[in-house]
């Protein structure tokens, strides 16, 4: 399909998704929550000391000790907040692989079978009792499709997305805050995220308040010893690009990488509101399958590691791309078993009788993943002909009707070359 044949379609519908966007809520940080408790946060046992660790192979193009010294630093970006009680210690256990609801916090690249739409760059999984509290939280980056660096103008710099997704693992869902490490946004090459600002410290001294203002100092800790309950749940953050490929940092002058967020529903500076803008075009015309379905049915069961995973039948309604079945099962990371939930920050949840517009690709183990985490999944209000994303926040609702024409727009790009 080529982009030049495409562009008169992105042109004119982007006018009018243009029209929809929502402008801003506040500036400020956004705790990580309960699946329908927004009063309870997701968070670590008061006191707990987190343990972490990094695969011993280090990341595609970076070699084990530069990506745990990358890591060591982002950790203790977090460790210095003054007002923050957080203790991590590296431990030399390392599980192979680190998808395992152990209590260590694993980081690890995976490099052949990256399961979520390849445009993700990482994320993470926090496994987590129903009361909030975080068991488990590892970390997966996408060595699959991307190459890593430390500083390296232009390409992904592992030390900033690494203290991003440290924020999901300590319970810290995406900021509205411009510029906080925990932004929705990302531009490969930029090395800004590796510092925390005071949105992002404050956030984390919501969660884990420090009782005598000397937490950050050295061996000044709040916490004591380890102290973690029993079970454990998921909870995933994630890297998305939202527009264009970038690919093994070939990256296009502007191009900008979006952490899974609520862009179009956050407040945006210039760059960002066009990559908002193009956000749901984007998610449409990547989408190698396009659906609208209602859901059958929701099965959890627990991987090999412990986690809870989900069986997601949908009963498919409409097909507008891709040619689909009647029925379509997504075997998706997340849910809740027994008491414990796995969850990946930034994915979407699937609920019995949701009525869904769903825009999906093929991952590498040839499941159907959403595109962009949570950006591909819409919830229909039939009624009203209208669609939107919970992660959306107040933007307006989109018609359902100018959803389905942009997906057989592209189809449609796509017969006829
Ligand atoms: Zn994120």
Redesign the pocket.
């Known amino acids: 399909m080529s982009f030049a044949r495409r562009a008169p379609h992105r042109a004119a519908l982007g006018v009018l998704l243009g029209a929809w966007m929502g402008s801003s809520t506040a500036d400020a940080y956004n705790l990580a929550h309960v699946q329908g408790a927004p009063d309870v946060p997701l968070a670590w046992e008061e006191g707990a000391v987190l343990p972490w660790v990094v695969e011993h192979h280090g990341a595609p193009g970076v070699s084990f000790p530069v990506a745990r010294a990358a890591v060591a630093a982002s950790f203790e970006a977090w460790d210095a907040v003054e007002t923050a009680a957080l203790l991590f210690e590296e431990v030399s256990e390392y599980t192979e692989p680190g998808e395992v609801v152990d209590g260590i916090n694993t980081l690890w690249w995976e490099v052949s079978d990256w399961a979520e739409d390849p445009e993700v760059i990482a994320v993470?999984a926090v496994s987590h009792y129903e009361d909030g509290t975080i068991v488990d939280a590892d970390i997966a980056f996408n060595g699959a499709h991307f190459q890593w660096a430390v500083g390296e103008p232009g390409a992904i710099d592992l030390q900033s997305v690494a203290t991003?997704?440290i924020g999901?693992l300590l319970g810290l869902d995406?900021s509205d805050a411009p510029g906080a490490t925990?932004a929705?946004e990302y531009v490969p090459g930029e090395t800004a995220p590796r510092s925390l600002t005071d949105d992002d410290r404050a956030g984390a001294s919501a969660l884990y308040p420090c009782p005598d203002a000397d937490c950050g100092l050295p061996g000044a800790g709040c916490a004591t010893a380890p102290g973690r309950g029993p079970g454990a749940w998921g909870l995933a953050?994630?890297?998305v690009l939202a527009g264009r490929r970038l690919r093994r940092g070939n990256a296009p002058r502007g191009a900008a990488w979006v952490?899974?967020?609520g862009l179009l529903g956050a407040p945006a500076p210039a760059a960002a509101s066009v990559v908002g803008r193009a956000t749901v075009l984007d998610v449409v015309a990547r989408a190698d399958v396009v659906v609208r379905a209602r859901v059958a049915s929701v099965e959890p069961y627990f991987d090999e590691g412990g986690r809870v995973r989900s069986l997601v039948t949908l009963d498919v309604q409409r097909s507008l791309r891709g040619g689909v079945g009647a029925r379509l099962v997504l075997d998706r990371l997340g849910g809740t078993l027994d008491g414990l939930t796995t969850r990946v920050?930034?994915a979407p949840t699937f609920e019995v009788g949701q009525d869904l517009f769903l825009c999906l690709v093929a991952a590498d183990d040839g499941e159907f993943a959403p595109v962009g985490l949570w950006q591909g999944r819409f919830v229909v209000d039939a009624a009203r002909r209208a669609a939107f994303r919970p992660e959306d926040g107040n933007a307006p609702h989109l018609s359902l009707d100018t959803l389905e024409a942009a997906a057989r727009a592209y189809s449609q790009a796509r017969i006829h070359p």
């Open positions: 993470t991003h997704e999901h995406h925990m929705a953050l994630a890297l952490l899974a967020a920050i930034g």
